[in-house]
């Protein structure tokens, strides 16, 4: 069970805890991208592979060693794949998390200008290799960024399930698309998280797009600056709670939960959900699965994720 030691402090973990991926991470901080080929080459397993590109990407702000690789190897469909997906999330990184209003025009400007070019290598990518799932969802993040039409932005959630139906990093992605805070309303993103989880049997890690559907919905009224929202308003709904609580047994909660290599996110996700909704004890559980590297959101949605996240272990007695 990952607990806090002593001397440890919370960080971001861009692996999510996964070793393998953590050493890619080196690899690719190395410019040593055969190593990171290698692996991909390697792993058959769609939802794994869509796993280690993301995590591997996440955080870029340095794109030498993926222009290493496609200078050397300009006809490999994983150079392209990774370079893209490096892109979108350096482009992220120029635009930074800030709302929209925060955001200069030069920010913008260079944000856009990145995910173009991104999306140059991952369409590369997908001529190249036409059966890869994971280049669809770096486009679906580049689609919520650009602000793409949403029958484009569904083209693409198309491809991605089409590829691997069991996609979770794809149906996170476009669930953000059609949320009210990007590129959709609150109705759109609803209908979509529903047809997911009509047939999902119990111990599905999709449960958790129940909790992200909710912090999206509330972040949306939040920055639309709908006076009666709150957190501690929204997330103590009675509907809203129960909604949560039976995605959690679902899931989490199940005997029959799946394993997934997004579950520390995930369970982040619940953990949160459950700090705004005052559920301390199921609060507690989770925070116990939790070790001390985590990702930035949610946490970032209360403040300064470390410091939130650290502020959030406390409040029920946990260092």
Same mark, same amino acid.
């Given at each position: 069970?990952?607990l806090?030691?002593?001397?440890t402090?919370?960080?971001?973990d861009?692996?999510r805890?996964?070793?393998q991926?953590?050493?890619?991470?080196?690899s690719?901080? +190395?410019?040593d991208?055969?190593?990171?080929?290698?692996?991909?080459r390697?792993?058959g397993?769609?939802?794994?592979r869509?796993?280690l590109?993301?995590a591997?990407a996440?955080g870029s702000?340095?794109l030498?060693?993926?222009?290493?690789?496609v200078?050397?190897?300009p006809?490999?469909?994983?150079?392209?794949?990774l370079?893209?997906?490096?892109g979108v999330?350096?482009a992220?990184h120029? =635009?930074s998390?800030a709302?929209p209003k925060?955001?200069?025009?030069d920010?913008?400007?260079?944000f856009?200008e990145?995910?173009?070019?991104?999306?140059d290598?991952?369409q590369h990518?997908?001529?190249l290799?036409p059966?890869?799932s994971?280049?669809?969802?770096?486009?679906l993040?580049?689609a919520?960024?650009?602000?793409l039409?949403l029958e484009?932005a569904?083209?693409?959630w198309?491809?991605?399930?089409r590829?691997?139906?069991?996609?979770?990093l794809g149906a996170?992605?476009?669930?953000?698309?059609v949320s009210?805070r990007?590129?959709?309303?609150?109705d759109?993103?609803?209908?979509?998280i529903?047809?997911?989880?009509?047939?999902?049997?119990?111990?599905s890690p999709q449960w958790?797009?129940v909790?992200d559907?909710?912090?999206?919905?509330w972040?949306?009224?939040?920055?639309?600056?709908d006076?009666?929202?709150?957190a501690?308003?929204y997330?103590?709904q009675?509907?809203v709670?129960?909604?949560?609580n039976?995605?959690?047994?679902?899931?989490?909660?199940s005997? +029959?939960?799946?394993?997934?290599?997004?579950e520390p996110q995930n369970?982040?996700?619940?953990a949160?959900?459950?700090?705004?909704?005052?559920?301390?004890d199921?609060?507690?559980k989770?925070?116990?699965?939790i070790g001390?590297?985590i990702q930035?959101?949610?946490?970032?949605?209360l403040?300064?994720p470390?410091?939130a996240y650290q502020?959030? =272990?406390?409040?029920?007695?946990?260092?």
């Open positions: 069970m990952p806090f030691g002593k001397q402090k919370p960080f971001i861009h692996a805890g996964d070793a991926a953590a050493e890619l991470r080196k690719a901080a +190395a410019l991208w055969a190593a990171v080929e290698s692996a991909l390697s792993t397993d769609r939802t794994r869509e796993f590109v993301d591997v996440l702000t340095d030498k060693w993926v222009d290493r690789w200078q050397e190897r006809d490999e469909p994983l150079a392209r794949l370079w893209g997906a490096c999330h350096y992220w120029v =635009r998390g709302e925060y955001v200069s025009s920010q913008m400007k260079g856009h990145w995910l173009g070019h991104a999306e290598q991952l990518a997908i001529v290799d059966n890869d994971a280049p669809w969802i770096a486009l993040w580049s919520v960024g650009l602000g039409p484009e569904t083209s693409r198309e491809n991605v399930s590829l691997n139906p069991q996609t979770e996170l992605g476009y669930t953000t698309f009210a990007w590129n959709g309303s609150h759109l993103m609803w209908d979509f529903r047809k997911r989880l009509a047939n999902e049997p119990d111990g958790v797009l909790p559907g909710h912090f999206e919905q972040v949306a009224d939040r920055m639309a600056g006076a009666d929202v709150h501690s308003r997330f103590q009675p509907d709670q129960k909604d949560i039976d995605a959690y047994q679902k899931y989490l909660g005997p +029959a939960r799946r394993p997934s290599p997004l369970r982040e996700m619940f949160c959900a459950f700090y705004l909704m005052g559920a301390r199921l609060l507690h989770e925070l116990e699965q001390p590297g930035t959101l949610p946490w970032g949605y403040g300064a470390l410091a502020s959030v =272990r406390e409040s029920v007695g946990l260092k």
